[in-house]
C-alpha cells in the first residue's frame, strides 16, 4: 500500500490565488458596469455651488434625474425630451413609483431659468413635489 | 571528512513565485482607480414648488402663516443677478446675505419665494436659493408660472 507522503500532502492544497484572481476580476467588472450606466443618465455639467447641500445616501426612492444642458436642452434619463412631453413622462413614472418619485434637476450654472422653470412646472402638473437640485459643495 | 550533499532543486522551491503576487498587487490597483470617483462629490438642494397662474394645478396647500411672505426676484444683470427682497434692492450677494438674515432673525418660519426673470442663470438661482438656507430660512420654494 502507498501511504501519502507530506509532499503529496502539500501539493494537494487549494490554490488561493487564481480564485482571489477571478474574485477581484469580478468585482471590477461589476463596478465598471454601475460606472458606465450611471454615466448614461449624468452628463458632464458644470453643476452650481452651494454651501447647505446635504448627502441624499440614505434615500431610497425611486429618481428620475433630468440633466439641463448649458443652451437649456433638458434630457430625461440621458435622452433629449421636449419640455411638452415631460409632464406625461413624470405623471407615468409617478405612476409606477408607489412610495412617491423624486426629480433630480441636474442643471448647468450657466442655463438660464426660463430653461428650468417648464420643468419645474412640469413636475408640479405631474404630482412630483419631491424636487431636488444637484449641486457641488461650495468650499 | 564528511562531505556535506545539497539538494541542487532545494533553492529553486524555495524562491518566491513572484507572477500571481503581481497578478493580485494589478487587480488592486485597478480596484482602487476603479473605486475612486474623479468628479467631485454631488450634494443636492431640496425644493418647493410654488405655481402661479391659471394653471389647474392642484398643490398642496399649507396654512399660511399671520407674517407676510419673502419674495425674492432676480434680474439679469452683467456682473451676476440683481435682487430684491421684497422691495429692497439687494444689488451684491453680501447684501442679500444681509438683508436675509436680519429677515431670519425676526421669523425664520416665513416662506420664502424665489422668482427670478427666465434670463437669470441657475448658478445665480442657486445661489439665492442658497444664501436663504444660510440666512435660517426653513420653507424656501420656487415659483413657476402656469401660462
Known sequence: MRLPTHATRRDAGANMTPMIDVVFLLIIFFLVSSHLARQETQAQLDLPQAATGDNDADDLRPRVTINVLPAGRPLLSGVPTPVDQLAARLRHEQSQAAAGLEVRIRTDRAARYAAVEPILLACAEAGVWKVTFAVTEKR | ?147
Not at chain 2, 398643490?59 to 435682487?83: H, S
Not at chain 2, 445661489?127 to 424656501?140: E, H, I, K, P, Q
Request: net charge negative.
Open chain 2, 1 to 147: 571528512m564528511k562531505t556535506v550533499f545539497r539538494n541542487p532543486g532545494a533553492g529553486a522551491r524555495l524562491t518566491l513565485a513572484m507572477t500571481p503576487m503581481i497578478d493580485v498587487v494589478f487587480l488592486l490597483l485597478i480596484f482602487f482607480v476603479c473605486t475612486a470617483s474623479f468628479q467631485p462629490l454631488e450634494q443636492v438642494l431640496p425644493s418647493n414648488l410654488v405655481v402661479s397662474g391659471a394653471g389647474a394645478v392642484n398643490a398642496p396647500v399649507e396654512p399660511t402663516p399671520e407674517l407676510d411672505e419673502v419674495v425674492l426676484r432676480g434680474e439679469p444683470a452683467p456682473g451676476g443677478a440683481a435682487w430684491w427682497v421684497n422691495a429692497t434692492p439687494c444689488p451684491t450677494p453680501a447684501a442679500l446675505d444681509t438683508v436675509l438674515g436680519s429677515l431670519a432673525e425676526i421669523d425664520a418660519t416665513l416662506p420664502v419665494i424665489i422668482d427670478p426673470a427666465g434670463g437669470v442663470p441657475m448658478g445665480d438661482v442657486i445661489a439665492a436659493y442658497d444664501a436663504c438656507r444660510r440666512a435660517g430660512f426653513l420653507s424656501v420654494r420656487f415659483a413657476a408660472a402656469a401660462e
